[in-house]
């Protein structure tokens, strides 16, 4: 009995192991589909050095999903071309009326193999699908789930094979078409053992680690899939006049943002913008109203507390049923809690702040007789407070948090809440849960929490008050213990209590944290910024070290290791009795250092090698502004990360005006930064956040900031640092028609991407749009010059250089309609054609008015 229970124990141990090591695996590579240009599309190829070898029998496998609401499915998830000649294609064709969209190609022939995955599971989960080349039987497998189809096929290659996923520009086999997925663990196996194994687990990069071989894949415009469930990513920013007030529809993925004069709809799975001007003439938008969604009903309601009304919007004659609805004396109930209750059709309404005084009250709106009622409490656990955070749930709502005072005083003692209560709406009262502990630096809540109650655990977003240039934290937190912890990266945040507004939703459908920031300018204009997070969202997202074992290789060691413990076990109790008894009592050796032996300076020498590799940064001593922003000093470490976001503006605003003018005056900096503050704090801040950015450029020679001419400026040694931006100015600075040669400068400088395509801000509009302007223009102008005749391969490649900037350029898309079928690439000009004309209806709602013998006789 003793041996069977310690079997159990160490199986338990190695079960819990395998289990912590396959729980909660958010990692892949994700696809950009028929959504992006050509050129922006994702593909992977397993050996970008040359084909892989393989004598014998081998098979393929990997893990598949789809990515949700993209508007085409269709396209290569794989090709296997051996020695160049026999190509066998994986594809998903979404044309076909069957069932069966899975389909294998051979050469040029469709195979009679076809299948498709039950239910939602092709979207809801990973699925595996291994390719089995049997050589020797002169036949190839595909096995997906528990089925498996055989094809006979005459292989006619030695045995050296191109593997390549999505898109790819491999000779003749180049493809753009892949419909929008997402893999992870991708294995070949050769004879029955795994050659190779990408996990594809990386975050950052092009390069896909291979843990057995070390040959590593490389991954063209990858999407990492564990980065998006770190990093916090801005999908839209939209600008309205006045105040703007947030709601969401999770049943169809849709933010709707309500100004005064129209409603803004975004997709979030079509990442698209509607704009619908209201046909009820303007809907009024205070500075305390609040906005919900009733999946229910199908409506939107403007929700004026104040004012004790309730608006609703149809979507279908675009007007609101009340548009009258005139100003009341306030008593302000901003930030204020909400929810729906569809078990009573009524809209509650929790704490806020106005007048000096934090509001404790609970409002009820009925949705049928449309009235108002104040709930008579049957406790005093619910302080008067605002800036909590509320989750609803199916009897009432969990309230977290806030800023208030038990008085409702602002004068008497006003403190920050951090105690979790529960509203039972059927009870009319509060219970409290818990209370956190007091942290080291205070916060308050974003307005809304997601609740999940199947795990006990709530997210919501928290962020300091007493600061403007603030950022939103996601947390996860318990609903039965008081401990919380961050997730995710943080969001930039604006933060003036009756001018700035955050929340949180849940887009289920795809799987998504959203947060919605709002802030109104001293224009009295409202910015809204709508970013999203994968979920589960991680705590950290470390760079991955290199590895001579997979994951799973590790458990299976730790499963084999503790196996042979138990095989000790078992036979010390079996052929030594009383010796493991014995064993107990006897005193432990004394052990002393390890001799090293021949192989270990090597080992050593090896792991140290790795570390130097993957630490070796890929710039020194440069300021990159295209793409995202980076600063790297002459060691290569990345300095960016020590701009807090104001300091990250500052140091854009001096820079950008050192390059195209002689630098900036202190007024223009309040002007642009400091516009909302007096001139003594607005010159105390320049101060302060003028040395932040002179200890971070400290750590880069031949970089530093002056005022000598009385003008704030970044003096740089640009024959000791390189900025992208001063060699694109230098390229373009003459006018002149470029060369082919600076052409292809031109075109390395842009491939990082657009300029500072990772910062937002008003001033910056016009340096971003002057530039691609140029950019375009210089493209188009070479393009002009050069008789397609004479080199039409690099017209293509032209061509699609002016499409990373403007996807709906019609000189562009004839340019390179013409080239291609020049090259006799028929089919693919016609592709060309049919991906403009889709993308420029998208874009304008119109159909684009001329068909492909007009573009190629034009």
Known sequence: MKFRFILFCIWSIALSCVLSEVRGQSYGLGFESFEAVQDKRTGLDLSPDGPICLDGDFELSFELSFLRNKKTYFGYIVRVIGDDQQNIDLIYDNSSVKHDHFKLIIGEQFSPIAFDFQGDDLFAKWNRITLRFQKQKQQITVVYGNRNFSQPVKYVTKGCYKILFGANQYKEFRTTDLPPMKIRHVELRSEGRIAYNWPLNETDGSKATEEIGRKAALATNPIWIKKLHYEWKLLQTVTLKGYVRVGFDEKSSNVFVIGQDSLVRFSLAGNRLVTMPYQSGKQPVYVDNQVLFDPGRNRLYNIFLNEKQVTAFDTLTRSWDKSDIAAQAKTYYLQANKFLSPADSSIYMLGGYGHLAYKKEVQRYHLPSGTWQQIALKDSVFTPRYLAALGATSGGAYVMGGYGSSTGQQMLSPRNWYDLLYFDRAQRKFRKIYELKVPKEDFVFGNSMIINEKDSSYYALIFPKHQFSSELQLIKGSLTRPEFKLVGSKVPYQFIDIESFADLFYDKANGRFVAVTLYRDAN????????????????????????????????????????????????????????????????????????????????????????????????????????????????????????????????????????????????????????????????????????????????????????????????????????????????????????????????????????????????????????????????????????????????????????????????????????LAHLGKHSLAKTTFENFAREYNRIYGEDFRKDMPEVLHS
């Open 524 to 819: 009295l204009q409202t910015k809204v910024a709508i970013y999203s997070l994968y979920a589960p969202p991680l705590e950290t997202v470390a760079p991955q070290t290199a590895s001579t074992e997979s994951s799973a290789g590790r458990s299976l060691w730790i499963i084999a290791g503790l196996f042979a413990a138990a095989l000790l076990v078992y036979w010390l109790y079996h052929y030594m009795p009383g010796q493991l008894g014995k064993q107990k009592a006897t005193k432990a050796p004394v052990v002393g250092p390890v001799p090293e032996s021949e192989h270990t300076p090597a080992a050593h020498q090896a792991l140290v090698d790795d570390e130097i590799v993957e630490k070796a940064a890929p710039y020194q001593s440069c300021i990159l502004l295209f793409g995202n922003l980076q600063l790297y000093d002459e060691d290569g470490n990345e300095i960016t990360k020590h701009f807090s976001p104001l300091v990250k503006e500052l140091f854009l605003v001096i820079l950008l005006y050192s390059i195209r003018w002689d630098g900036i005056s202190s007024e223009k900096l309040k002007e642009l930064l400091w516009f909302d503050k007096p001139s003594e704090s607005a010159r105390n801040n320049r101060s302060v956040n003028i040395a932040k950015l002179k200890a971070i450029l400290d750590k880069m020679k031949y970089c530093q900031v002056s005022k000598e001419t009385g003008y704030w400026k970044i003096k740089i040694d640009f024959g000791k640092i390189e900025v992208d931006y001063m060699h694109y100015l230098t390229l373009l600075g003459n006018r002149k028609l470029l060369t082919k040669h600076s052409i292809i400068e031109l075109a390395s400088i842009t491939k990082r991407g657009n300029f500072l395509s990772n910062v937002e801000y008003e001033w910056l509009d016009s340096f971003k749009s002057e530039i691609s302007n140029e950019i375009v223009d210089a493209y188009l102008r070479y393009a002009a010059s050069v008789k397609i005749a004479d080199d039409p391969e690099f017209l293509v490649k032209l061509a699609n250089y002016v499409f990373y900037f403007d996807p709906v350029n019609e000189e562009a898309m004839i340019l390179k309609c013409k080239a």
